[in-house]
């Protein structure tokens, strides 16, 4: 059997930069080198996600040492120029996820933005007006996204990534009305049929900490006002990794072992 070792993830969503507060995310980003093995972001990386503010982001990003991966959030949707900021961002050397997969030290990410539409019995159905059928359509090619992702990965471990929430645990605390506009039940079939080991999420920013699926699986609220209420920048989560050798193979097939957050 491979040999275990532990790799650490940093994840923080709702950074909301903007390209006029130079050097804020500065120490944030030094504290992630010292601390973990990969960084994670869920979305909301800019304020309006105009290509300027992405590559004034990019800057600040270059002082981080570790691999980073990342979906987009609304506010990146904004300035409707999401395919320039993925640009901007991969020659930075940012895994951009929207619906892809990598493998880091044989753990695999999957990620996607997701979308709203409600939970549970609440969840918006595909009825009446074609604005109506368009956004659950949407809704709908998102976890269709995530679930193509998830199943293409050969990982033991494999990290879920997202902007909206698939549950509707990690957004209490927001007002009621707006929990249809904050995530999709849509997303959790795909999370826990192809064995999402862990799932971040951004995008309510008064939400909940964490929850967990009905499956058991961890869902963390990563939204960086929910972090900071809890006296944090960032959430910390360990897991078990294959050795060296075979993550530099693309090998998954570490046993399960033991997870942690911090």
């Known amino acids: 059997m491979a040999r275990e070792r ?5 994840a923080v969503g709702d950074l909301h930069f903007d390209s006029s507060n130079r050097n804020v995310l500065r120490d944030l980003f030094l504290e992630v080198n010292r601390a973990a093995d990969v960084l994670v972001l869920c979305g909301d990386l800019t304020t309006t996600g105009r290509p300027e ?3 004034a982001f990019a800057e600040e990003l270059s002082t981080v040492r570790i691999p980073v991966v990342a979906v987009f959030g609304n506010h990146d949707h ?3 120029a999401v395919e320039e900021a993925a640009t901007i961002l991969g020659e930075q050397g940012v895994q951009v996820l ?3 997969q990598v493998t880091i030290e044989g753990v695999g990410f999957a990620g996607v933005k997701g979308f709203a539409g409600g939970f549970g019995r609440g969840t918006l159905a595909p009825f009446g007006e074609a604005l109506i059928k368009e956004f659950v359509q949407h809704a709908i090619e998102e976890a269709l996204k995530l679930e193509n992702a998830l199943r293409s990965l050969e990982t033991e471990e494999k990290v879920a990534v997202l902007h909206y929430s698939p549950i509707a645990e990690t957004v209490v605390g927001e007002p009621e009305a707006i929990y249809p506009f904050l995530g999709s039940s849509r997303l959790l079939t795909p999370l826990e049929t192809h064995g999402a080991t862990v799932i971040f999420h951004g995008h309510a920013h008064h939400g909940a900490p964490e929850a967990r699926t009905p499956a ?4 963390f609220n990563v939204a960086l006002p929910v972090l900071q209420r809890e006296g944090r920048t960032y959430r910390l989560w360990s897991l078990k990794a294959p050795e ?3 993550a530099r193979k693309g090998a998954g097939g570490a046993a399960g072992g033991a ?3 911090s």
């Not at 532990?6 to 940093?10: F, G, N, P, S, T």
């Not at 058991?216 to 869902?219: L, T």
Request: aromatic fraction near 0%; charge should be positive; charged fraction near 45%.
């Open 98 to 100: 929207d619906g892809r």
């Open 259 to 261: 997870r942690s957050e």
């Open 53 to 55: 503010q992405m590559r």
């Open 78 to 80: 904004d300035g409707e």
């Open 244 to 246: 060296r050798r075979g």
């Open 6 to 10: 532990e790799l650490r993830i940093a």
């Open 216 to 219: 058991g699986v961890p869902v």
